[in-house]
């Protein structure tokens, strides 16, 4: 069985603002968020607070909602910027999503980004997974990360039924 771990809404809290103060120590301003849902959608809205700028939203598909843990054959477009807004043509992106696992849905998703008219696009996640990933980011794009950590099943709160014992099983730091 996997090991698990759980992170509050304060953990992340705490994690974005250190993840923002690396975007912004990079020198790249940043002109927009597009947040890769779900999981990017909560972080995205998160490091707003410390960017503040818009946040725009993909939606892609690769894991097999019918089978836990399961992956389908390939990423597949759900919600998409298409056509890109006139207001996003050349400007620097920053993708947020919340964790760099396999790398799969991030590779798909920049390499499509990368076909577009933007400036920079740079990549922000709350969590880089240490191991080996399936998926490879483009070149050039510059990566920033809030913290690594080790490849356990992440269990974040806004995934969490019972957020009273999910904080609980935070706050015991309970890995099965």
């Known amino acids: 069985m996997k090991k698990k771990i759980w992170y509050t809404y304060d953990d992340v809290h705490r994690v974005i603002k250190q993840l923002a103060d690396k975007v912004k120590a990079s020198g790249v301003q940043y002109d927009a968020m597009i947040a890769i849902g779900g999981g990017g959608f909560i972080p995205a809205r998160i490091l707003r607070c410390f960017l503040n700028i818009p946040i725009y939203a993909v939606t892609t598909a690769y ?7 399961k992956v389908t054959d390939s990423v597949k477009k759900i919600q998409w910027l298409d056509p890109l807004p006139e207001t996003l043509k050349g400007k620097n992106v920053l993708v947020v999503d919340e ?48 913290i690594t950590v080790q490849d356990w099943w992440i269990n974040y709160p806004w995934d969490a039924d019972d957020i009273d014992e999910h904080n609980r099983l935070a706050d015991q730091a309970t890995i099965d």
């Open 99 to 146: 964790v760099d696992d396999s790398r799969v849905t991030l590779e798909f998703c920049l390499n499509e980004f990368a076909k577009e008219d933007f400036g920079t696009i740079g990549i922000a996640v709350l969590h880089e997974k240490i191991k080996e990933k399936k998926g490879k980011l483009p070149e050039g794009m510059p990566y920033f990360s809030g």
């Open 63 to 69: 894991y097999d909602g019918e089978h836990t843990g």
